[in-house]
């Protein structure tokens, strides 16, 4: 399947391929376009958008477009639950949760956007494993796997 939203990515942007490619689509295609490009290049790929205004899985009542993907695909897991909340924290402007974890991943992504990688894929591909650290901390935190 192919999912599309706006290029440059920052948190938000990683941190749902991420959950999509872990939970939902491993599969998973990404197309990176300007935002204004969005709609148009999703409805003739037959791409889901995602974290761009307007969309169904985007920022909705102060929650974040990785908030909504856990909602619309019923991702219950207690460490993508929390890890939520993180990604929360680092891509919207108030926070709901606190998590003080949120500030470190806030400043990864910032940093990443400086290393002068290529495109948007390969932030991806170097920053996926950042994910992967931060849901095993989660799970050590939810208790499902041992500290």
Request: aromatic content about 10%.
């Amino acid at each position: 399947m192919k999912w599309i939203t706006r290029e440059r990515v920052k948190v938000d942007r990683v941190a749902c391929p991420w959950l999509i490619k872990k939970f939902i689509d491993p599969e998973a295609e990404f197309i990176f376009v300007p935002a204004d490009s969005v709609l148009s290049v999703a409805k003739r790929e037959g791409a889901i958008p995602f974290d761009v205004e307007g969309v169904e899985l985007g920022h909705h009542e102060g929650r974040c477009s990785f908030e909504a993907i856990l909602q619309k695909y019923h991702v219950t897991d207690p460490a993508a639950q929390l890890l939520a909340k993180i990604v929360h924290g680092a891509d919207v402007t108030h926070d709901l949760y606190g998590r003080p974890e949120a500030s470190g991943l806030k400043a990864i992504a910032e940093g990443f956007r400086l290393l002068g990688l290529k495109d948007d894929h390969e932030i991806l591909e170097h920053e996926f494993i950042v994910y992967d650290a931060l849901y095993a901390y989660c799970s050590m935190k939810e208790g499902t796997i041992p500290a």
